[in-house]
C-alpha cells in the first residue's frame, strides 16, 4: 500500500510546498500531489518507502505553522475495526487487563500495536496526537485486504454483490456459510538474540537488516534501546507468516555464523517471544501441543515460568533448540498455533460485539452510553500486607498513597488494626480491573523496594474477594474440580473457606495466595466465573432458591488471560 494521505495542512499549503518537503529529506515520490483544502494525497514507489514517509514527517515537520499528519490512505470499503498505533514508548506493553480505556476509546487487548476498536474514527481523532509519557502516539487505519482484491475487480464487475467472479458466493459472505479467511494474522514474530550478535544482524550501516527486509518483504524492528545493558535484545518481525518465517531463517543462520566466527558459543538456540495470554493454548492439556511439535520438528522447547512475568512484560520466552532448519519448522508450528489463539480470540469478540443491541456501535452514541457499556464495574479487592509496612505504603503525611492512588486511578485506604498485636494489615483497592493492577502491582513493588522480603525472596500476598454466597460453588467446582483447575493454571493458591457464614450483602470470602502476576491472574479468572453467573441469572438460567451451582467442565476451558502450563495443584 504506497498511497499517502497527507492531513493537518493549512490552507497556504501549496503542491511546490510539499515538493519540496520531500526533496529535503529525499523521500522519493512517483505522480503530483493531488491537493484539497486541508489535506492532499501523493504515490511512493513501494511500501518501504511509505512508511519511512510516514516515520520521516507525521507529528514532525512543520508547514505554515502546522503539524502536518501522514498516513496510509484507505478507501472507505476497506477500513475495517483494525488500527495501527505507532510511537508507543519502547518499554509499553498493554496491561494484562481485558481492555484498556483512554477517554472514550475502548482497546481489547492487543498483542502489539495492532488492536481492534469498535468505533475507529473516535480512536483515530482521540488518540493521534495523544501524550503517552512524552511520545505522540500516531495512529492509521490498516486495510481490509479483502475487501481490496475485490476492489480490483470493480464495484460489481457486472456480477450481483457479494458473488466472486464465477458467480458463487465469495468466501465470508453470509451465503456461502464459511467465516471469512485471514490473509495473515496482525502478529509480529518477536525473537530474542544475545546482544552480542545484535551488530551482524543489522550489518554495516544497516546493510545485513536492509537485505533481510528486502528479501522477505518485512518490516523488522531492532529493539538496540530497550533494557540497556542486557545481555538480550527482542527483535520485532512485521510480515505474513511466510515472511516471518523467512526472515527468522536468515537471522539464526547469521547468529550461527556469527558465534562459529567469533567462537563466542557452541550452541545458539532459537528463542521466540509470546504472550502469556497464548501459552496455555500452545501447550496444550498435559502438554500434547508442544511434545508434539517436538516430535513432528525433532528439537527440545522449553518455555519460560510463569514467575518470570513483571509488570511492564507478559511475554513469555519459547526456547527451541536443534539444527537450523528443525528449529525454523519449530518456529513455523509455534507460530501457527499462536496466530489460531489470537484469531480465536478476535473471532470471539467479534461474535460479542454482533450480539449487542442494534445501535450501540454507531458513531453518534452518546458519551454516557459508551461509558455505560464500556467502562469496567469497580471491584473491591483486600490486599494483606505486613503490619510494619504500612509506613511506606503510606509515605509521609500520606503523599506515597495519594500518588499511588492517582496513578492507578483507584481508591487505596488502609483498614484499621484488628488487635493491637496484629501481624497484618488490610489494604481496601477499589477501582476497574486496570486500576487494580496498577495499584496491586505498585503494593507488591513497593513492600520489595524497602527491603519487607529478602533479596532472593519472592513477594507473595494474600488478596480477598468477596462472591455471591450462592456463586461460591461454581468456583469451588464439582468435587473441587473448577478451583483445582484454576490453581494450575494460574499459579496462586485458592482457597473457598468452607466453614464461614455469608456476610450482610450474603458474600463469602474467596482467598487468593501468591506472587504478584499469580493473584492477577486468578483474581481475573474469578471475576470471569462470576460474570457467568451473573449473565445466567439475567437470563432466568439460575433462579435465586438454586443454591450454589457445580461449575461445568468447560469454566475453564479456554485460558485466554490465564494461559500457563501444568502446575501442581495447591491447597490449604
Known amino acids: 500500500m504506497n498511497k499517502l494521505y497527507i492531513g493537518n495542512l493549512s490552507e497556504n499549503v501549496t503542491s511546490e510546498d510539499l515538493v519540496k518537503v520531500f526533496e529535503d529529506c529525499k523521500i522519493p515520490f512517483s505522480g503530483q500531489f493531488l491537493l484539497k483544502t486541508g489535506y ?12 519511512k514517509a510516514i516515520e520521516t514527517f507525521s507529528g514532525k515537520v512543520e508547514l505554515h505553522g502546522k503539524c502536518i499528519e501522514v498516513e496510509h490512505s484507505v478507501p472507505k470499503k476497506q477500513r475495517t475495526r483494525k488500527l495501527q498505533i505507532r510511537n508507543i514508548p519502547p518499554h509499553m506493553q498493554w ?54 482484491a475485490e476492489g480490483h475487480q470493480g464495484p460489481d464487475n457486472g456480477r450481483r454483490p457479494q458473488y466472486g467472479p464465477r458467480g458463487g458466493p465469495r468466501q465470508g459472505s453470509p451465503s456461502s456459510g464459511a467465516p471469512p479467511k ?52 527482542p527483535i520485532s518481525i512485521h510480515s505474513t507468516p511466510e515472511g516471518c518465517s523467512a526472515a527468522c531463517r536468515m537471522i539464526l543462520n547469521i547468529m550461527h555464523q556469527e558465534a562459529k566466527d567469533t567462537k563466542t558459543a557452541e550452541e545458539v538456540p532459537l528463542k521466540i517471544l509470546a504472550h502469556n495470554n497464548f501459552v496455555g493454548r500452545l501447550i496444550g492439556k498435559e502438554g500434547r501441543n508442544l511434545k508434539k511439535v517436538e516430535q513432528d520438528t525433532d528439537t527440545k522447547i522449553t518455555i519460560s515460568p510463569l514467575q518470570d512475568l513483571t509488570l511492564y512484560n507478559p511475554e ?24 489460531e489463539a489470537y484469531d480465536n480470540d478476535i473471532a470471539a469478540m467479534n461474535v460479542s460485539l454482533a450480539c449487542s443491541p442494534p445501535g450501540v456501535f454507531t458513531g453518534n452514541v452518546s458519551q454516557n452510553v459508551w461509558r455505560s457499556m464500556f467502562t469496567p464495574e469497580q471491584e473491591t479487592v483486600h490486599v494483606y500486607i505486613p503490619a510494619q509496612a504500612v509506613g511506606a505504603i503510606i509515605g509521609k503525611k500520606g503523599q506515597h498513597i495519594k500518588q499511588l492512588s492517582r496513578f492507578a486511578g483507584a481508591s487505596i485506604k488502609i483498614a484499621p488494626a484488628e488487635a493491637p498485636d496484629s501481624k497484618m494489615r488490610m489494604v481496601i483497592v477499589t477501582g476497574p480491573p486496570e486500576a487494580q493492577f496498577k495499584a496491586q502491582g505498585r503494593i507488591y513493588g513497593k513492600l520489595k523496594e524497602e527491603n519487607f522480603f529478602g533479596p532472593k525472596e519472592e513477594v507473595k500476598l494474600e488478596t480477598h474477594i468477596k462472591v455471591a454466597a450462592t456463586a461460591a460453588g461454581r468456583v469451588i467446582g464439582k468435587g473441587g474440580k473448577t478451583v483445582n483447575e ?34 492477577q491472574l486468578a483474581q ?45 495443584a495447591r491447597r490449604k
Request: glycine share 8%.
Open 40 to 51: 492532499a494525497f501523493v504515490d511512493c514507489p513501494d511500501d518501504q518507502w511509505a512508511m
Open 95 to 148: 496491561e494484562v487487563s481485558s481492555c484498556y480505556v483512554i477517554g472514550d476509546v475502548y482497546c481489547p487487548y492487543g498483542y502489539s500495536s495492532v488492536v481492534y476498536i469498535l468505533i475507529p474514527s473516535r480512536a483515530i481523532q482521540k488518540l493521534n496526537g495523544h501524550q503517552l509519557e512524552n511520545n505522540a502516539l500516531r495512529v492509521s487505519y490498516i486495510p481490509d485486504e479483502t475487501s481490496a
Open 182 to 233: 485471514h490473509q495473515h494474522t496482525d502478529i509480529p514474530l518477536r525473537l530474542l538474540v544475545p546482544t552480542q550478535y545484535v551488530g551482524a544482524i543489522i550489518g554495516k550501516e544497516g546493510s545485513t537488516i536492509r537485505n533481510i527486509t528486502k528479501q522477505t518483504q518485512s518490516k523488522i524492528d531492532v529493539h538496540r534501546k530497550e533494557n540497556a545493558g542486557a545481555a538480550e535484545k
Open 316 to 339: 513469555r520466552t519459547i526456547t527451541v533448540k536443534g539444527a537450523i532448519e528443525a528449529c525454523c519448522l519449530a518456529e513455523q508450528e509455534i507460530m501457527k498455533k499462536v496466530r
Open 486 to 519: 484454576l490453581q494450575n493454571l494460574t499459579a496462586a493458591e485458592v482457597v473457598v473457606p468452607r466453614e464461614q457464614t455469608p456476610d450482610e450483602n450474603d458474600q463469602v470470602i474467596v482467598k487468593i495466595i501468591g506472587h504478584f502476576y499469580a493473584s
Open 524 to 568: 481475573r479468572k474469578i471475576r470471569d466465573i462470576l460474570m457467568q453467573v451473573k449473565q445466567q441469572q439475567q437470563k432466568g438460567g439460575m433462579g435465586g432458591g438454586q443454591g450454589p451451582q457445580p461449575a461445568p467442565s468447560s469454566e475453564l476451558g479456554t485460558p485466554q488471560g490465564l494461559a500457563q502450563g501444568p502446575q501442581p
